[in-house]
């Protein structure tokens, strides 16, 4: 097709092409990186309009949002976080844009009193306000809580007096993914905080952050900076914990998203704080999670030796690895995730305490029961296939509520609700569901195994309808397959409305995460991505084999590093996939670190800077891998202007080549890119969740043959 033939907006082809370790890499559409470049302007607006055009022309919408929205208000409601008496949760109610966090406390009379202490859309009624973090201090009466607004994620730290209501200390900036951690008396916060752009060389403003002890009313510029030996040295984000009894506090640090920590542990005295000891570097090689106990020995959740995680305790005053004793050994069929302590009940004064733990057999969620030393006490009953979304215990000031366990709980026809375990009864029941009534379609739900290209076991969650008609139905698949991410069963209100209009909804365990551990995720990055991408398709190999599905009814969605899964997907077999929904998508896999937080994701995947690594990139990267004449499945792209991890160059950049290249009938194949203002990367309202699901279901259901009414 010529260019004058050509439906989609004109775009400039550079012959552009650079000479990188003995490879020509062409980038013809490297002007699309600038958004303020006029040519990038005028396309994008062109883009805008045929986009919308074809959007707003697609049938069964009404039906769809109706769904959809009927779906989400079911709402969810959070674990409670207890604080001497007072439980902190959050709650999203049906009609709500954003979730509210509360507080339950004891009223006057002695009953229960439950009151909204933050709420987004009061904060910003246009709902352009997300909250990123919150957390109350050790004596539940001040919470320290971070937003931003539009979708940046530039987190602002504010501190709220709960009883009134009011703010106590002046707003803070610079706190993007900025660990909290309160000193008891609810005086002090420890807290990580970015430097100042104007302090950092240019292009490295997300990369440069400091520990603070600082008290709350004053000026941060009388805050003290903690000190270590290693501590700034390359590292990218910093986590900080203080014990119980405020005689403890540990750090940990990563360089970028490498799944690798570093840990220091300090006494702290007063206003000062002792000399930060290594624990752990990132010549060690492993992954830690620690934190001293109210026993007062240092806990760690490790994979030293131990790929799907084992248990391990020291004293504070020795915590170097070879003082640690092993707990609970590695589990070779599931993956331990986290730890809680469980009290006996107060009329149980002879009881032991136990130590709860989370566990993931192939994603799905288990709970153990183990003893201090680490013999095992049996287990948790839950309430099938499904996750845990959170897990807390009463606090050592709230006695009353010990001998219990709340239970964040979901699973992929349950919205998020709070289950309870009784130690006295040993039973689980429903502490609270979600707020809303709703109505789940009726569905079969499976876990399936497959094999993968190289003979891999790999594992998918399939939803069907009761009804489902033998013969191939319009399927729509997805994973994500990055950065030991466990994608687990949970209630997704997209999927099931998939599936309510008649389609088959699967949810792929691609290696690449953590589903099976870390030796999962290493199995899957840097130069062994491509076995995500095998997995991809082995999974719809199998379902097209299965009769589950064809090639002419398959879909694929995802976002993210799961839009660098479909990106690349869609190149490698573009006669596999009918439809394509790729969300925030990496895809040019060349020059992704030179882009907003590209540079922290290169242990990941690898750096073009390097001659071998580059050859790893370029054997995949979705936008070099597109070629002229070949029919591609129907695409659409939907990038968020505000996205500050994923720069939306990336999807302009493959849209505008994909146009070029495309074989396929424009108006029964065609390539689209949806973009919106004023968000980003991860929180929405529900009204923007609903608009842009109703697009992305719609545009799949029409090139899949999914009839909606």
């Known amino acids: ?357 989370a566990r993931a057999r192939h994603a799905v969620a288990e709970l153990a029961l183990h003893a201090l030393d680490g013999t095992p006490r049996g287990t948790v009953p839950l309430p099938g296939t499904g996750s845990v979304s959170g897990l807390t215990v009463a606090d050592r000031d709230t006695p009353a509520e010990h001998g219990r366990l709340w239970i964040g709980w979901t699973d992929l026809v349950t919205p998020y609700q709070v289950q309870r375990y009784d130690r006295a009864t040993g039973r689980t029941v429903l502490a609270e569901a979600a707020p809303g009534e709703v109505d789940v379609p009726d569905v079969h739900t499976e876990q399936v195994e497959f094999a993968s290209a190289d003979g891999t076991t790999v594992r998918m969650f399939v939803i069907r309808p009761a009804d489902a008609p033998a013969g191939p139905v319009p399927t729509l698949v997805t994973g994500y397959g990055g950065f030991g991410i466990t994608r687990e069963p949970a209630y997704t209100p997209t999927a099931l409305t998939w599936v309510a209009a008649g389609g088959v909804y699967a949810l792929v365990s691609l290696r690449g995460g953590g589903e099976e551990g870390e030796a999962w995720h290493l199995a899957g990055n840097r130069a062994n991505k491509q076995n995500v991408f095998d997995d991809l398709h082995s999974a719809c190999e199998r379902l097209v084999a299965d009769g589950v599905t064809s090639p002419d009814r398959l879909a694929i969605t995802g976002g993210s590093n799961g839009g660098l899964l479909v990106g690349a997907a869609l190149t490698q077999r573009p006669d596999l996939y009918r439809a394509v929904v790729c969300s925030a998508p990496l895809l040019d896999m060349v020059r992704y670190e030179e882009f907003s937080l590209g540079r922290t994701w290169n242990d990941e995947y690898g750096t073009a800077a390097d001659p071998t690594e580059l050859g790893w990139l370029l054997s995949y990267s979705p936008y070099h891998h597109v070629h002229t004449g070949t029919t591609y499945p129907a695409v659409l792209f939907t990038v968020f202007e505000s996205d500050t991890r994923v720069d939306p160059l990336h999807a302009r950049k493959m849209c505008a080549a994909l146009q070029h290249a495309t074989a396929g009938d424009p108006d029964t194949r065609p390539v689209l890119i949806r973009r919106e203002t004023d968000v980003g990367h991860a929180g929405r309202s529900i009204s923007r969740t609903v608009a842009l699901a109703v697009d992305q279901l719609a545009f799949l259901a029409a090139h899949t043959g999914l009839e909606l009414t």
Request: with cysteine; aromatic share 6%.
């Open 1 to 357: 097709m010529s260019s004058a033939d050509s439906p989609y907006p004109p775009a400039e082809r550079l012959d552009l092409v650079e000479r990188l370790h003995g490879h020509d890499v062409a980038d013809p559409y490297r002007w699309l990186e600038d958004p303020a470049d006029p040519r990038t302007v005028a396309w994008s607006a062109a883009q805008d309009q045929l986009t919308a055009a074809r959007l707003t022309a697609l049938p069964g919408r009404d039906g769809l949002a109706t769904r959809l929205r009927g779906l989400l208000d079911a709402g969810s409601v959070s674990a409670p976080l207890w604080r001497a008496g007072r439980a902190f949760l959050v709650r999203r109610s049906p009609g709500q844009e954003h979730a509210v966090v509360l507080v339950r406390e004891p009223g006057p009379d002695g009953t229960t009193v439950e009151r909204v202490l933050l709420d987004p859309v009061a904060l910003d009624p246009d709902g352009l306000t997300t909250l990123d973090a919150w957390v109350p201090d050790l004596e539940g009466r001040r919470l320290a809580y971070q937003v931003s607004r539009g979708g940046d994620e530039n987190s602002v730290l504010h501190v709220m007096d709960v009883a009134s209501g009011e703010l106590v200390e002046k707003p803070i900036d610079r706190c993007r993914y900025a660990d909290v951690a309160w000193l008891p008396g609810g005086e002090e916060i420890v807290f990580v905080r970015k430097v100042a752009n104007d302090d950092v060389p240019a292009g490295e403003e997300n990369l440069h952050r400091r520990i603070w002890r600082h008290r709350i009313g004053t000026d941060t510029s009388t805050d003290v900076l903690l000190e270590g030996p290693g501590l700034y040295e390359g590292h990218s984000y910093y986590g900080v914990r203080v014990s119980r009894d405020g005689r403890w506090l540990v750090v940990t640090a990563n360089v970028g998203t490498a799944r690798r920590d570093s840990v220091w542990i300090a006494s702290l005295d007063g206003r000062g704080t002792g000399e930060l000891v290594p624990l752990l570097t990132q010549d060690d090689d492993v992954q830690a999670v620690p934190w001293v106990e109210r026993d007062g020995l240092l806990y760690v959740l490790t994979t030293d030796g131990a790929p799907r995680w084992r248990l391990c305790v020291t004293e504070p005053e020795r915590p170097q690895r070879e003082h640690w004793r092993e707990l609970v050994p590695e589990d070779p069929e599931s993956v331990l995730e986290a730890v809680r302590r469980l009290e006996p009940a107060p009329d149980d004064p002879g009881g032991e305490p136990l130590l709860v733990l």
